[in-house]
């Protein structure tokens, strides 16, 4: 095992969720024809002015606190200049020395214990406005590049971690929770197909020598399109860049920073253009727009705005209904409207456990293979909650909830109307004497059997029984013919 | 007596009074105009039809007795540099000149909204870098006082539009001095607002920071209609000052115990003996009508020059960046660049030039460049390139930073200046009107005639410049009145009660 370690930071573009661009009034609506969703403004016609839409920075503002961000009383828009086809005022608004929070941190911890719980720290979260999409055009070698402007302009914070992961598990632990908390909060549906979360890794080694460690150049990793494929793309790139450096020994400051892109299909990272690439930007304070100031109350209700986060809940889930830290993760990992069913349905059962193995098992499974969302789940929370009352009450024969369950599901009916569905009905207790005495008495052999030890002999009996009735309930079956045998 | 030769307020009233038509007026300049612009270049383009079809609409309206805006009638040209929804505004560049802007600048929506009668669009220096509106790229334009010399810059058409009664009143802009200087050098009055109070959305950014509209007009009470239909609050421009203006019916009221302010600095080496002495007797004329005079000093105006000329590059650099050739704009020809790059290559690599082949442009790279460089013009090549420099990693703080902190020094002598005085006085330009062509090669010294205008835009504070005499030759002298941020009223009442005991204002050259 080669002796190094690998150093991440994680830079990730979250769209905020706001129904206009950062400074026009253009919708942000994904999915629009091309260009349809443009006005002077965003396409930078000549004269034309931003103006600060204040949702996004209030969604900003929330994320940083939820991220334990310290919010400087005032912040300032900045240009930073570089040309490209889809950039139409050859400058992006952003924030520059002055971004509007910094130094938070996110803790990411994993149930299975691959790594150490851990607060990861948060260099900066800053505003800025995204740039357009060129469609290039491969058909028949005409290799047309067209300029999509829908998505100029739309609010982007980027979130700027200090490289405190050491692994693509951790890296991804951290995208989860990031992604968990900005979903909670509700200020990004995180929408990676969509791109409303983009990331860039930093990756390099410190590679522990005789005289102290080397650190190895800084590569940063571009175009991951899934969690999957950011962990998989680090732990490519640390071997590889051993590699590299068992064979060059080039270490931190003998080449420049450079940009690797990440191809899913192979499995290897591929080095980018470098040209392409200018540390300098021109940064200048956008004399078109005037700073902004945050007061200690707006910072104030932009904290009480934020509910229960995802780490506060897991912590209640233990402790007031008895989970484990694995099964409050797995629901609170499903996000707030799952979480939200769960409770409801703890309120009427009255058993956290209980139906926390029906959620996270039963309707998790099926929401999976449905590919549906909690809120069109068939059956209701308060109906959940009944059906796992009446399975703890024994009112139900455990044997049959999942019958039951299903019924309740196709049917979308209620466990009562399910049970009855089913002809699932309290059956008396002389009754079920009578079925097994008589089937004792047709079956002298197993009786034998029991009595010289074999008691898993009555199995036989249970089937039996259910064929008479089929709300036999099979645990009881076996203990009465036990009891009847052990008194013959 | 010709109706062009009435004031804005003359013309308002006798349209009210029905003693006019908007179109009988229109037409009279529109005349004149046809007549007098080849020679003068004031105009880049006008249109008769579109004016006169708006005067039509107008005296209709009037007829029917619809109420109508301020200027109701009044023909207004305007600085080609404003968005006009549908018109070309060329910014008097290679790189705009079939832009269509697909919406109107607040100032064009203002004066349509005040019922003027739009007359045409008015030449200037490229993208407003100059002094001298030879910089434009379409045209040439000439003082009306003399066309062998120049009507200042960057708003000289506006300056000697309405120099040359092709319109009582022209909408000009200026970053460091462009109304005031044109103004001083063609004989008419001319403000810039406190920064923020007129509107610029719409205005094509030269340097977002230092741009403000401004009216254009023969005297301080036709600047006053002018200026009340344009300034004011804006929510599409976030830099707009959200305070109300003030009556602008009272300029008229002389201010009781004007105490006027002259700065030692302005009267300096370099100022010119005849502008000094128009100047200084101005400043005996408003002792006369009972002000103090105070001298004052701004210590900080002499690093002004080079101060505005790092950050008015370093914001041009930035804004015109959006001239890429990609969406719209002047586009070199892309076939004919791909062809030659694809040349080139192969030439290279048959001479065994491998790294030099790679070495190649892209397409899209030579594209970029030569679309900019083939549609701007020197001087604005001279200013991006400057900004770009001054903004690079490594200078910024010893540039642009140095210039923010330069600048808010300057501000500060305003300050305090302001709390001695209610106006500030001196010349507007260190010497009338220079000949065309004798700066051209020589851009520093064409960047000295600004020495006395730029304060006042790096400060934000309200200026205008007012005629207060002649040279031997026959040019204009211009005395410039400054005041401290939103007391546009108080310059425009200073200029008023001048006006009254003078008539440098009511001059017309001879054309």
């Not at chain 2, 950050?311 to 959006?322: H, M, Q, V, Y």
Request: proline residues 5%; hydrophobic residues 40%.
């Amino acid at each position: 095992m080669p002796d190094y370690t690998t150093i991440i930071g994680l830079e990730v573009h979250v769209q905020l969720a706001t129904k206009s661009k950062l400074f026009c009034r253009c919708s942000t609506q994904f999915g629009a024809e091309p260009n349809t969703q443009t006005c002077p403004v965003c396409i930078g016609m000549p004269g034309s002015l931003p103006v600060m839409n204040r949702e996004a920075l209030n969604l900003a503002l929330k994320t940083a606190v939820a991220l334990n961000c310290t919010i400087p009383p005032m912040t300032k828009w900045d240009r930073k200049q570089y040309y490209y086809p889809d950039l139409p005022k050859g400058y992006q608004i952003s924030q520059y020395d002055m971004p509007m929070s910094e130094h938070g941190f996110l803790e990411i911890a994993d149930s299975k214990d691959r790594f150490e719980t851990k607060q990861v720290r948060i260099l900066r979260a800053h505003l800025e406005e995204d740039a357009g999409k060129s469609v290039h055009d491969e058909v028949a070698g005409r290799a047309d590049s067209m300029i999509d402007l829908n998505r100029t302009g739309t609010p982007l914070l980027e979130i700027v971690s200090e490289p405190d992961m050491r692994s693509g598990l951790e890296a991804r632990a951290y995208l989860d929770e990031l992604k968990l908390l900005l979903t909670y909060i509700g200020v990004s549906d995180c929408n990676m197909q969509e791109g409303s979360l983009r990331v860039d890794a930093n990756v390099n080694l410190h590679i522990a020598a005789s005289d102290g460690k080397i650190a190895t150049p800084i590569v940063e990793i571009k175009n991951m399109n899934s969690f999957r494929a950011v962990e998989r793309a680090i732990d490519y790139e640390a071997r590889r860049q051993y590699d590299v450096w068992q064979e060059t020994g080039a270490k931190i400051g003998d080449v420049p920073k450079q940009t690797r892109g990440w191809d899913d299909n192979a499995g290897v990272t591929r080095g980018q253009r470098s040209k392409e690439e200018s540390s300098d930007y021109r940064y200048f304070p956008d004399p078109d727009l005037v700073p902004v100031k945050f007061s200690e109350a707006e910072v104030q209700t932009a904290r009480e705005s934020l509910g229960e986060l995802p780490a506060a809940l897991r912590s209640r889930l233990q402790a007031e209904h008895a989970l484990s830290v694995y099964d409050s993760e797995v629901l609170v990992n499903q996000g707030v409207d799952v979480v939200a069913y769960y409770l409801a349905a703890v309120e009427v059962a009255g058993d956290g456990k209980a139906v926390c193995n029906w959620v996270s098992q039963d309707v998790l499974r099926v929401l999976k293979e449905s590919e549906a969302n909690i809120a069109d789940f068939g059956i209701s929370a308060k109906s959940l909650g009944e059906f796992v009352g009446k399975l703890k009450a024994g009112d139900l024969p455990s044997a049959r909830g999942r019958e039951v369950f299903d019924v309740m599901l196709e049917e979308g009916i209620d466990v009562d109307q399910a049970m009855q569905k089913l002809g699932i009905e309290e059956i008396d207790e002389s009754e079920l004497v009578g079925i097994c005495q008589s089937l004792l008495e047709k079956n002298p052999k197993i009786v034998e059997d029991v009595k010289g030890g074999k008691q898993q002999a009555v199995g036989a009996l249970i089937g039996q029984a259910k064929k008479q009735n089929p709300n036999a309930d099979p645990g009881r079956v076996r203990q009465i013919c036990l009891d009847l045998i052990a008194q013959m | 007596m010709s109706l062009t030769s009435l004031s804005a307020v003359e013309q308002s009233r006798k349209l009210q009074a029905g003693e006019v038509s908007a179109v009988d007026l229109a037409r009279a300049y529109l005349d004149r105009i046809d007549e007098h612009n080849p020679g003068v270049g004031a105009f880049l383009r006008y249109d008769a039809e579109r004016a006169l079809t708006a005067a039509r609409h107008i005296d209709e309206r009037r007829k029917a007795g619809e109420p109508l805006g301020p200027l109701a009638g009044v023909p207004v040209a305007v600085k080609d540099i404003l968005a006009e929804q549908g018109e070309r505004t060329t910014c008097a560049s290679r790189m705009l000149e079939e832009f269509r802007a697909p919406y109107d600048s607040t100032v064009i929506a203002r004066l349509k909204a005040a019922d003027a009668v739009l007359l045409g669009r008015l030449n200037m220096d490229e993208f407003a870098m100059g002094g001298s509106t030879e910089n434009s790229a379409l045209g040439k334009t000439s003082n009306p006082w003399d066309l062998k010399c120049s009507p200042g810059g960057s708003s000289g058409g506006s300056a000697a539009a309405v120099a040359a009664d092709f319109a009582p009143l022209t909408i000009g802009t200026d970053t460091g001095g462009s109304i005031r200087q044109p103004a001083a050098f063609c004989g008419i009055t001319g403000m810039k607002p406190t920064y923020g109070r007129v509107s610029r959305f719409g205005l094509v950014a030269f340097a977002s920071s230092l741009d403000q509209v401004g009216p254009m007009a023969r005297s301080a009470e036709d600047l006053a209609l002018l200026y009340g239909a344009i300034a004011g609050h804006d929510p599409q421009d976030s830099t707009s000052l959200n305070q109300p203006i003030g009556d602008l019916s009272t300029i008229s009221q002389p201010l009781k115990g004007l105490r006027i302010g002259y700065a030692k600095e302005h009267f300096a080496a370099g100022l010119d003996g005849e502008v000094d002495e128009a100047v200084r007797t101005a400043l005996k004329v408003y002792e006369a009508l009972g002000a103090t005079l105070v001298e004052v000093s701004l210590p900080h105006s002499k690093y002004a020059v080079a101060t505005y000329y790092v950050i008015a590059p370093c914001e041009a650099s930035s804004n015109l960046a959006r001239y890429d050739g990609v969406h719209y704009g002047y586009r070199s020809d892309v076939a004919k660049i791909t062809a030659e790059l694809s040349a080139q290559r192969a030439a290279l690599e048959e001479a065994g030039e491998r790294r030099a082949a790679e070495d190649l442009d892209t397409p899209l790279v030579r594209m970029y460049r030569q679309s900019r460089s083939e549609a701007f013009g020197p001087e604005v090549k001279r200013r991006i390139m400057l900004g770009t420099y001054a903004l690079s990693a490594g200078y910024y703080d010893a540039y642009y930073l140095k210039a923010l902190k330069v600048r808010r020094l300057i501000r500060q002598d305003f300050d305090k200046v302001f709390e001695q005085v209610d106006v500030l006085a001196g010349p507007t330009t260190a010497t009338p009107a220079f000949e065309l062509g004798s700066l051209v090669d020589d851009p520093l010294a064409m960047y000295l005639v600004d020495l006395y205008t730029v304060s006042a835009n790096l400060a934000g504070v309200p200026a205008m410049s007012l005629p207060c005499g002649f040279s031997k030759s026959g040019l204009p002298i211009g005395l410039q009145l400054q005041a401290k941020p939103l007391a546009e009223e108080t310059l425009l009442r200073a200029a008023y009660m001048y006006q009254n005991e003078t008539e440098w204002h009511l001059q017309r050259p001879a054309l």
